[in-house]
């Protein structure tokens, strides 16, 4: 017996919730659709309740705030940032965030296909039946690639400026954080972008974060509040700061994706361009660890 039950709504919500899907599906899909007047009136909409004239009408700084091309957003900061790529994102992702505040972006049965049909006009890749839950940001959305059946619950957030890999089958609990970016410790605008890759079936359990350049094998499971530092090999289950392999899944033989041992990582690459030499600045020494007596 699954742990998740299927369960469905009535008939009436389901038709409505599918129409209004498809049309909205529709529209992302013709590349004459305005994004961003598309953006604020769904938000007047569900926020609102109100068409963005009127609002515009009625209150005019709410309404100048849902439009994306008054909105700036951290990415926009980031010095490699594809002012192309994220020009066409933007006022999707500033449609996200903000639904996510509505009453609509709650119920699972509207809000997780809302949002993966975002997804599907947002990410390099997603696969099929992507599940996000509320409160999930990402940096620049365009450097995401997910598998088929990958799902990501509440408030994590994914930084993808360097690139993040969600093979098929991967699951992101509440509150988790996949970084691909890092800073120099001597100087802290020497970035390095790091591509950050999480394999097959992995779970990234409540409140871990993942280090950028990380790369977490198939089949394996990042503990709760555990930080990955380095590479996770497959089928094992990694926990602590910094997390280690403590324990191994006892399983028959089975085909593997993602092997840290064997993996090619993607070259890392500087994030600034005063820095052409990104990550060389790491000149620091280990102390030895003080003993207070009284
Ligand atoms: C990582 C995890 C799966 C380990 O489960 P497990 O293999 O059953 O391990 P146990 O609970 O038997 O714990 C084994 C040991 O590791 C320790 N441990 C377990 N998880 C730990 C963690 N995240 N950090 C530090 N220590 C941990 C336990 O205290 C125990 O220590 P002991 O041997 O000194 O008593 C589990 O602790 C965890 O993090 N679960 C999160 C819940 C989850 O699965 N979420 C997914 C939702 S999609």
């Not at 965030?97 to 809302?114: C, H, R, W």
């Not at 696969?127 to 619950?153: C, E, L, R, T």
């Amino acid at each position: 017996m699954p742990w998740l039950e299927n369960r469905s709504i009535s008939a009436t919500a389901t038709t409505a919730f599918d129409a209004f899907l498809h049309d909205f599906n529709a529209k992302l899909s013709d590349a004459s659709t305005n994004r961003a007047e598309l953006c604020r009136e769904l938000l007047a909409e569900f926020l609102y309740a109100s068409s963005y004239a009127d609002l515009e009408a009625r209150l005019p700084l709410v309404a100048l705030n849902l439009d994306p091309n008054n909105v700036l957003l951290e990415a926009e900061h980031y010095q490699p940032l594809d002012h192309t790529k994220f020009a066409r994102v933007k006022p999707l992702l500033w449609l996200w965030y903000n639904f996510d505040t509505s009453p609509a972006a709650q119920n699972l049965a509207f809000g997780i296909a809302f949002r993966r049909v975002l997804a599907q006009h947002i990410f390099a890749h997603c696969g099929q039946n992507i599940k996000i839950f509320p409160g999930v940001q990402f940096s620049v959305g365009y450097n995401v690639s997910a598998g088929d059946d990958v799902v990501i619950h509440r408030n994590v957030l994914i930084d993808d400026i360097g690139g993040v890999t969600l093979h098929n089958h991967v699951s992101i609990s509440d509150y988790a954080n996949i970084y691909s970016h890092t800073h120099s410790p001597l100087e802290p605008n020497d970035v390095t972008l790091k591509h950050t890759t999480i394999g097959a079936g992995v779970r990234i359990t409540y409140h871990a974060t993942v280090l950028a350049g990380s790369t977490i094998s198939d089949d394996s499971i990042v503990g709760t509040m555990s930080i990955v530092t380095k590479d996770i090999e497959p089928h094992v289950i990694a926990y602590g700061i910094p997390a280690k392999p403590m324990r191994e899944k006892l399983r028959p033989p089975m085909p593997i994706v993602v092997d840290s041992r064997v993996f090619v990582h993607p070259e890392d690459r500087q994030g600034n361009p005063d820095y052409p030499t990104a990550g060389t600045n790491n000149a620091t020494k280990a102390l030895k660890t003080l003993s207070i007596s009284r």
